[in-house]
T-cell receptor, first 109, second 115 residues
Framework: GQNIDQPTEMTATEGAIVQINCTYQ??????LFWYQQHAGEAPTFLSYNVLDGLEEKGRFSSFLSRSKGYSYLLLKELQMKDSASYLC??????????WGAGTKLIIKP | DAMVIQNPRYQVTQFGKPVTLSCSQT?????MYWYQQKSSQAPKLLFHYYDKDFNNEADTPDNFQSRRPNTSFCFLDIRSPGLGDAAMYLC??????????????FGPGTRLTVL
C-alpha cells in the first residue's frame, strides 16, 4: 500500500529551528509537496521538491532524498504564527496526491 | 485576486437531510477536487474533475455526489448525511493534472455539522 509517515506532534521554542520529517512509500514518485494548515483553515502551499537536495525559500527550506524516500521541512527563526499543522504529500506514478496526516507544530514563547 | 471560494463556511444540517456545498474558482484551472478532512487526519480525496471528465475515488460512498456545470463551479451533494459525515470539506483546483508540478490551491473549506 501507499504510506506517508510524519510525527504527529512537535513542540519548539519561538526563535529556534525545527525540522519536520516525512518518509514515504508510494507506487512511483512525481514530486513531494509541503503544505501548511492552520487550525480550521485550508492547506496552503509551502514547497515542492522533485529532485534530490535542498530548496530554500526564506525561513522555510525543504529537503528531498528519493533513494531514501525521505524529506524534511526546516523552519528557522520560529514565530508564534508558525503554529500549525504541516502536511507532506507525494504525487505517485498515476499523478495522484497521497497525503500524510500532518505534523502539529506547537510554538512556545 | 484569483482565488478559490467556498460557500458556506459553516453548514449545519440534520441527520438525513440533503445538503449541497459549493465551490467556485477564478483561477481558470482545469482540475477541481473535493476532499473530506476530519480532525488530525489527512485530507481524503472524494472526487476530481479534469475539465468535465468526472473521476470518482473507489472508496467514496454513494451518498456523495458531485456536479461541475462549468469550468468555474463545482458542487458537492450529500444525499443523506450521517453523523460520520461531519467534517471539513475542502475544494481545491490545479492548472493541470499531467505533471506532479501542478500545485493544488485550496478554498477556505466548509465545516459541516450534522445534528
Amino acid at each position: 500500500g501507499q504510506n506517508i509517515d510524519q510525527p504527529t506532534e512537535m513542540t519548539a521554542t519561538e526563535g529556534a529551528i525545527v525540522q519536520i520529517n516525512c518518509t514515504y512509500q508510494t507506487s512511483g514518485f512525481n514530486g513531494l509537496f509541503w503544505y501548511q494548515q492552520h487550525a480550521g483553515e485550508a492547506p496552503t502551499f509551502l514547497s515542492y521538491n522533485v529532485l534530490d537536495g535542498l530548496e530554500e525559500k526564506g525561513r522555510f527550506s525543504s529537503f528531498l532524498s528519493r533513494s531514501k524516500g525521505y524529506s524534511y521541512l526546516l523552519l528557522k527563526e520560529l514565530q508564534m504564527k508558525d503554529s500549525a499543522s504541516y502536511l507532506c504529500a507525494v504525487t505517485d506514478s498515476n499523478y495522484q496526491l497521497i497525503w500524510g496526516a500532518g505534523t502539529k507544530l506547537i510554538i512556545k514563547p | 485576486d484569483a482565488m478559490v471560494i467556498q460557500n458556506p463556511r459553516y453548514q449545519v444540517t440534520q441527520f438525513g437531510k440533503p445538503v449541497t456545498l459549493s465551490c467556485s474558482q477564478t483561477l481558470n484551472h482545469n482540475v477541481m477536487y473535493w476532499y473530506q478532512q476530519k480532525s488530525s487526519q489527512a485530507p481524503k480525496l472524494l472526487f476530481h474533475y479534469y475539465d468535465k471528465d468526472f473521476n470518482n475515488e473507489a472508496d467514496t460512498p454513494d451518498n456523495f455526489q458531485s456536479r461541475r456545470p462549468n469550468t468555474s463551479f463545482c458542487f458537492l451533494d450529500i444525499r443523506s448525511p450521517g453523523l460520520g459525515d461531519a467534517a471539513m470539506y475542502l475544494c481545491a483546483t490545479s492548472r493541470d493534472q499531467g505533471s506532479g508540478t501542478d500545485t493544488q490551491y485550496f478554498g477556505p473549506g466548509t465545516r459541516l455539522t450534522v445534528l
